[in-house]
């Protein structure tokens, strides 16, 4: 649409109101971390005003021109943060995405429009590709631009922008996690699981584990975590009934982890974990618990 920046700076800010939760969205699909996303989308507010302000261009397309910023300082962003967590202790998962189940009303402001794809094992998959690949196959795949837009974000071409997405494509494609289209089999699984943790029933919980179940663990080198993936049913019943009987007795609470059923686990009435759950063919497939206080800090 067209849209001038010399208008009021009130109008400014609501239109910017409007497409914030989107705009976390990319960045933090593109990051996998809210604090990160937050101060992208932050940039990006500074960046309109300053253009408006200045009266120094005019933007005709007001989404397109944020999509693009926030893409563009998201990358640069990424870039930084991969050489950072090439040094993180253990496996690094992204910051869940939490919200009550059923979702509560919320400030439209504080929420993320997520993508129903962009589930923890998925973002774990979107940690294998280069920058460039996750920004063309994020913003074309998951968020529909056209290639012209992908290339202003990424700085190349179409053409290459084009085979940057299909690259990455072809990655996912055979990487991307299987999981449960019924939300309610996918509940039902979720529930048997969090019985089974509480009650440490090791029979139980090799039941519900897919054979090729994958568990990941992040403390971050702050609190008790595998340091490497656990594979296999049995093995993963056994480390989950160990850490239980290692840290002590744990509650969960139901909730929406990256759009689909996971769990709050707390101990002694404080949070000690987020369980992100992959379910395909009524079996977890994927285990992924977040238990590095750094990345809980958002979850209430």
């Known amino acids: 649409m067209e849209y001038d920046t010399s208008l009021p700076a009130e109008d400014l800010a609501a239109e910017f109101t409007a497409l914030r939760p989107r705009l976390l969205g990319v960045a933090y699909s593109l990051l996998g971390s809210l604090d990160e996303a937050e101060d992208v989308v932050q940039e990006a507010w500074l960046r309109l005003t300053r253009t408006g302000l200045?009266?120094?261009?005019?933007?005709?397309?007001?989404?397109?021109?944020?999509?693009?910023?926030?893409?563009?300082?998201?990358v640069d962003a990424l870039r930084?943060?991969?050489?950072r967590r090439e040094e993180y202790v253990g496996p690094w998962l992204p910051e869940p995405v939490v919200t009550p189940e059923p979702p509560a009303a919320a400030d439209p402001a504080d929420r993320v429009t997520l993508d129903e794809s962009m589930s923890l094992a998925m973002l774990v998959v979107l940690e294998?590709?280069?920058?460039?690949?996750?920004?063309?196959?994020?913003?074309?795949?998951?968020?529909?631009?056209?290639?012209t837009e992908v290339a202003r974000a990424v700085g190349r071409t179409p053409a290459a922008c084009r085979q940057l997405a299909a690259r990455a494509r072809k990655h996912v494609a055979s990487r991307a996690p299987r999981f449960e289209v019924d939300a309610r089999a996918h509940?039902?699984?979720?529930?048997?699981f969090a019985r089974a943790c509480e009650g440490m029933d090791l029979a139980a919980l090799v039941e519900l584990?897919?054979?090729d179940v994958v568990l990941r663990?992040?403390?971050?080198?702050?609190?008790?975590?595998?340091?490497?993936?656990?594979?296999?049913?049995?093995?993963?019943?056994?480390?989950?009934?160990?850490?239980?009987?290692?840290?002590?007795?744990?509650?969960?609470?139901?909730?929406?982890?990256?759009g689909r059923p996971g769990l709050l686990r707390s101990r002694a009435g404080r949070l000690d974990s987020v369980v992100?759950?992959?379910v395909a063919g009524g079996r977890i497939t994927e285990l992924h618990i977040v238990r590095?206080?750094?990345?809980?800090?958002s979850v209430t």
């Open 54 to 74: 200045e009266g120094t261009d005019e933007i005709r397309d007001l989404t397109g021109w944020l999509v693009v910023t926030v893409s563009r300082l998201g």
């Open 80 to 83: 930084s943060a991969r050489r």
């Open 128 to 147: 294998s590709l280069s920058p460039a690949e996750r920004t063309a196959f994020v913003l074309h795949d998951v968020f529909g631009l056209e290639f």
């Open 187 to 192: 509940r039902s699984v979720v529930a048997a």
């Open 209 to 211: 584990l897919d054979p």
């Open 217 to 258: 663990t992040d403390g971050g080198g702050r609190v008790l975590a595998a340091r490497r993936p656990v594979a296999g049913a049995e093995k993963v019943a056994r480390f989950l009934v160990r850490t239980a009987r290692s840290l002590g007795p744990a509650q969960h609470r139901h909730t929406l982890v990256n």
């Open 276 to 278: 992100g759950l992959t």
């Open 292 to 297: 590095n206080p750094e990345k809980l800090r």
